[in-house]
């Protein structure tokens, strides 16, 4: 078979977003540098050319070709911050926070994540892929096709492990793909109640290295998990959260941190300082952090799902850092507390009237910057040759629908990896 009989071609798209150029920074965020009447041309599972749909179905006139109808062509969703993989649901919690009861309370009284985790202990490895399995495809069909998992609904090695397990399960089943964040920081267990530095040094001494041994062993050549830790007041302080971070670093893994969702304590600048990969919430971070956070390569990850799931007014400052030149990012938190939602659309909805955010400047935050709070930017977020074919085709002809409606789903098909899934 000849490489052009094997080569397909998207064409007749409305507009092609392509976001070439890399992460952006402030003013910059929002350049999509759009093709009018433009085409993807792809090979396996990658972009070989980009450009304007005659030019290219003259270049390969025996390519299979997909006709986009005048819709709007995107890069994939790229979702940097979810806990999909979990049993149970907290609907009645739901009703606790409308009679006036907040997280940081619901958590005191034996609630929260607490509550999950029983569930997920609980809950047999087939049952956890089944619930979550149905979350993911939920995602992929809204536009998803890469999306950060992290366990933290077990806090025992083996029920973490279970968790992580459950993420390599789901991704080698695909479509969507599934990058996996080991968290066993992410509260402490009932059985550490009041210990919580014995359980930190748990994470250090055994977790950790007992991950990193696991995954050498079962997942060989495969990029180590990241570590995030939920620096909060009343889970880990800032001491504790270097503490973990510091080891995973050294151990080799990447860095996440959970920061400032309820209180100002520093980890937006600790993420800063060691490198990494992202900070994520960041509802109370001080300007001397947004300002650390703008002179590193540190993603500052929004979750406006979180603060709407909540029913607080207080969002991430969103100005604050695209003024101050961070690269600003945005995720679902999907999880099943405070902001159940699969859908990176109501998310950009959500940024564009909570934030200030204009579309443009919501899809570089869900594609090309939040690829980069996977460090993945070189393979994932933009429309350019030598990138995975992860792809969007929108049933709208402008872009600006994206936003601007909300409570629907846009998307007619999903590619992934070349290959096209249609939605409706």
């Excluded at 062509?73 to 926070?97: I, K, N, T």
């Excluded at 993911?136 to 998992?149: C, D, H, I, N, R």
């Excluded at 090695?157 to 992410?186: C, V």
């Excluded at 099943?336 to 859908?343: D, F, H, N, R």
Aim: hydrophobic share 40%; glycine share 10%; aromatic share 8%.
């Amino acid at each position: 078979m000849s490489s052009q009989t094997s080569t397909r071609i998207i064409y007749n798209a409305s507009q092609v977003l392509t976001l070439s150029g890399g992460p952006q920074r402030g003013e910059n965020l929002g350049d999509l540098n759009i093709l009018y009447d433009g085409a993807v041309a792809m090979q396996g599972e990658d972009i070989i050319e980009v450009g304007p749909s005659q030019t290219l179905r003259e270049k390969y006139p025996r390519a299979n070709g997909f006709d986009a109808g005048g819709c709007v062509l995107l890069p994939g969703f790229v979702d940097p911050h979810s806990h999909l993989v979990w049993a149970g649901d907290r609907a009645a919690e739901f009703e606790m926070r409308l009679q006036g009861k907040t997280y940081m309370e619901i958590m005191a009284a034996g609630g929260g994540i607490l509550s999950t985790v029983k569930t997920t202990r609980s809950a047999s490895f087939e049952e956890l892929l089944h619930q979550s399995r149905k979350r993911a495809q939920l995602a992929f069909s809204f536009g998803t096709t890469t999306m950060e998992v992290k366990t933290g609904y077990g806090l025992t090695f083996d029920s973490e492990l279970k968790q992580l397990r459950a993420i390599l399960a789901l991704n080698e089943e695909g479509p969507i793909e599934l990058i996996p964040t080991f968290m066993p920081a992410h509260t402490i267990p009932p059985e550490y109640n009041g210990k919580a530095q014995d359980y930190v040094h748990l994470i250090c001494d055994k977790m950790l290295p007992e991950c990193h041994g696991w995954w050498q062993t079962h997942q060989v050549g495969s990029p180590l998990p990241f570590v995030d830790v939920f620096c909060e007041q009343g889970v880990f302080d800032l001491n504790q959260s270097r503490q973990i971070l510091e080891t995973a670093r050294d151990l080799g893994f990447p860095l996440k941190i959970h920061a400032d969702e309820f209180e100002n304590l520093g980890g937006a600048a600790l993420a800063a300082e060691l490198g990494a990969a992202s900070a994520d919430h960041l509802v109370k971070t001080s300007m001397a952090d947004i300002r650390t956070l703008a002179a590193s390569d540190t993603v500052a990850v929004s979750l406006p799902g979180t603060p709407f799931g909540l029913n607080q007014e207080e969002y991430t400052p969103a100005q604050a850092l695209i003024e101050a030149d961070a690269l600003f990012g945005l995720a679902t938190d999907t999880n099943p507390g405070t902001s159940w939602c699969e859908s990176m659309q109501f998310i950009l909805a959500l940024a564009c009237r909570k934030m200030g955010l204009t579309p443009a400047q919501a899809i570089a935050a869900s594609t090309i910057n939040a690829a980069a709070a996977l460090e993945l930017d070189g393979r994932l977020g933009s429309l350019e040759p030598g990138k995975q074919a992860d792809m969007l085709i929108l049933d709208v002809d402008d872009y600006r629908q994206l936003g601007y409606r909300y409570g629907i789903n846009l998307v007619a098909y999903v590619v992934k990896r070349g290959r096209i899934y249609p939605v409706r």
